[in-house]
């Protein structure tokens, strides 16, 4: 997103219109504000009332320069306080409300209302699902949530929407019970309902929305225990990152896809494909602890831990927060593979200490309790 959207001339009208900000979540600084915002995936979206800094609208995901055009207007407006139109309107502000309050079961009732409610056509439609499907996702509602992408796939078919509606309802899918009456055929027709919203020319969604799809019809196969599948996907998915980072612009235009390719490539135990790209990243973006830190984790499927450990050294001093505890958990393995345990129970340790400190917001008790568990483990065994 900022990257490639907030950097389009098609926005700089709004900039009178809204105070822009960015809250690095990583920042301790933050933390409250991140627990106040019910933050709980990247990236999201907020437009806050600055009369009582309630949330007036909030969206998970990507955008295109279209979709945040949309979804500014629709912020304007209910940020205004005009008494809805209608029913379908009163619906949909009350889901936004309670949306940004956190009170994710309120909220998905009333995002439900409202697409009951809405007519044929009506603009805020995909936003709604979307914002539906995200909640039944979190509720652990799989079978509602594969209810509501079937629903919704007719009606949003074409737009940039239908790659999220369809992808969700694939990883619904994959998400029910494996004696499920109906999960197979479930799994099939949103698989193929994904690819189809993979086939050219596409629908003008982001690249990152797309590159999410391949992941999940990776899981799909391997679900289904086509491991030959899953590696054709996996080579599409990379084939098709490597042409977006091809076309990019800007270094961190490239960088944007450094992540997802590093997947795309360990998924095919191909590791080594990414080691120029991130090297290229590293030199361009010096101040950026990504690169390094996804280098540590190259370096070490390749079993080449010394080069992992000098990458490791190259990040730690860079990275804060929750992703401090993340970088710790891969140097941790590094040692490990050098049979040092020693070390290697030192940086679990380390990780420990560090998510143990974290304040409220961005402290994760899952997180804090399997690294006791695996201290609690046995030592580590060398990877290779």
């Given at each position: 997103m900022r990257a490639f959207v907030f950097t389009d001339s098609a926005l700089t009208s709004r900039a009178?219109?809204?105070?822009?900000l960015e809250l690095n979540v990583d920042d301790e600084r933050n933390a409250a504000h991140r627990e106040r915002l019910s933050l709980e995936a990247l990236p999201t979206f907020y437009v806050v009332?600055?009369?009582?800094?309630?949330?007036v609208m909030r969206r998970v995901d990507g955008m295109t320069v279209a979709e945040m055009g949309s979804f500014l207007d629709e912020a304007r407006t209910a940020a205004t306080g005009t008494t809805p139109s209608s029913p379908v309107e009163a619906a949909l502000a009350r889901a936004d409300r309670l949306n940004g309050e956190g009170k994710k079961a309120d909220a998905a009732a009333a995002y439900r209302e409202a697409l009951?409610?809405?007519?044929?056509?009506?603009p805020p439609y995909g936003r709604a699902v979307g914002a539906l499907l995200f909640l039944q996702q979190s509720l652990g509602e799989n079978r509602a949530c594969l209810a509501l992408a079937r629903e919704a796939l007719p009606r949003v078919l074409g737009s940039p929407t239908s790659v999220m509606v369809a992808r969700t309802g694939l990883d619904?899918?994959?998400?029910?019970?494996k004696d499920?009456?109906?999960?197979?055929?479930?799994?099939?027709?949103?698989?193929?309902?994904?690819?189809?919203?993979l086939a050219p020319p596409g629908v003008g969604a982001a690249a990152d929305d797309v590159s999410s799809s391949y992941l999940s019809l990776i899981d799909a196969r391997k679900d289904a225990g086509d491991s030959a599948g899953?590696?054709?996907?996996?080579?599409?998915w990379a084939a098709f990152l490597e042409a977006q980072a091809g076309a990019a612009r800007t270094p961190e235009q490239r960088a944007?896809?450094?992540s997802h390719r590093l997947s795309a490539y360990l998924e095919l135990k191909q590791p080594e494909r990414a080691i120029p790209m991130l090297q290229e990243s590293e030199k361009d973006l010096p101040d950026d602890y990504n690169p390094p830190a996804r280098l540590a984790v190259a370096y070490l499927e390749m079993k080449k831990a010394d080069e992992a450990l000098a990458a490791s050294n190259r990040a730690l001093p860079k990275v804060a927060?929750?992703?401090?505890?993340?970088?710790?958990?891969?140097?941790?393995?590094?040692?490990?593979?050098k049979g040092d345990s020693a070390a290697s129970r030192e940086a679990l340790e380390q990780a420990l200490a560090c998510a143990e400190s974290l304040p409220p917001g961005q402290r994760s008790e899952g997180q804090i309790k399997a690294l006791r568990k695996k201290l609690e483990g046995p030592p580590a065994e060398p990877k290779g």
């Amino acid at each position: 997103m900022r990257a490639f959207v907030f950097t389009d001339s098609a926005l700089t009208s709004r900039a009178g219109q809204f105070v822009w900000l960015e809250l690095n979540v990583d920042d301790e600084r933050n933390a409250a504000h991140r627990e106040r915002l019910s933050l709980e995936a990247l990236p999201t979206f907020y437009v806050v009332n600055p009369a009582d800094e309630s949330v007036v609208m909030r969206r998970v995901d990507g955008m295109t320069v279209a979709e945040m055009g949309s979804f500014l207007d629709e912020a304007r407006t209910a940020a205004t306080g005009t008494t809805p139109s209608s029913p379908v309107e009163a619906a949909l502000a009350r889901a936004d409300r309670l949306n940004g309050e956190g009170k994710k079961a309120d909220a998905a009732a009333a995002y439900r209302e409202a697409l009951e409610r809405a007519p044929g056509g009506w603009p805020p439609y995909g936003r709604a699902v979307g914002a539906l499907l995200f909640l039944q996702q979190s509720l652990g509602e799989n079978r509602a949530c594969l209810a509501l992408a079937r629903e919704a796939l007719p009606r949003v078919l074409g737009s940039p929407t239908s790659v999220m509606v369809a992808r969700t309802g694939l990883d619904c899918a994959v998400e029910l019970k494996k004696d499920e009456a109906g999960r197979a055929a479930a799994i099939q027709e949103m698989e193929a309902a994904t690819r189809k919203t993979l086939a050219p020319p596409g629908v003008g969604a982001a690249a990152d929305d797309v590159s999410s799809s391949y992941l999940s019809l990776i899981d799909a196969r391997k679900d289904a225990g086509d491991s030959a599948g899953a590696t054709k996907d996996a080579e599409a998915w990379a084939a098709f990152l490597e042409a977006q980072a091809g076309a990019a612009r800007t270094p961190e235009q490239r960088a944007v896809f450094d992540s997802h390719r590093l997947s795309a490539y360990l998924e095919l135990k191909q590791p080594e494909r990414a080691i120029p790209m991130l090297q290229e990243s590293e030199k361009d973006l010096p101040d950026d602890y990504n690169p390094p830190a996804r280098l540590a984790v190259a370096y070490l499927e390749m079993k080449k831990a010394d080069e992992a450990l000098a990458a490791s050294n190259r990040a730690l001093p860079k990275v804060a927060g929750p992703r401090r505890v993340r970088v710790l958990q891969t140097r941790s393995d590094i040692f490990a593979a050098k049979g040092d345990s020693a070390a290697s129970r030192e940086a679990l340790e380390q990780a420990l200490a560090c998510a143990e400190s974290l304040p409220p917001g961005q402290r994760s008790e899952g997180q804090i309790k399997a690294l006791r568990k695996k201290l609690e483990g046995p030592p580590a065994e060398p990877k290779g």
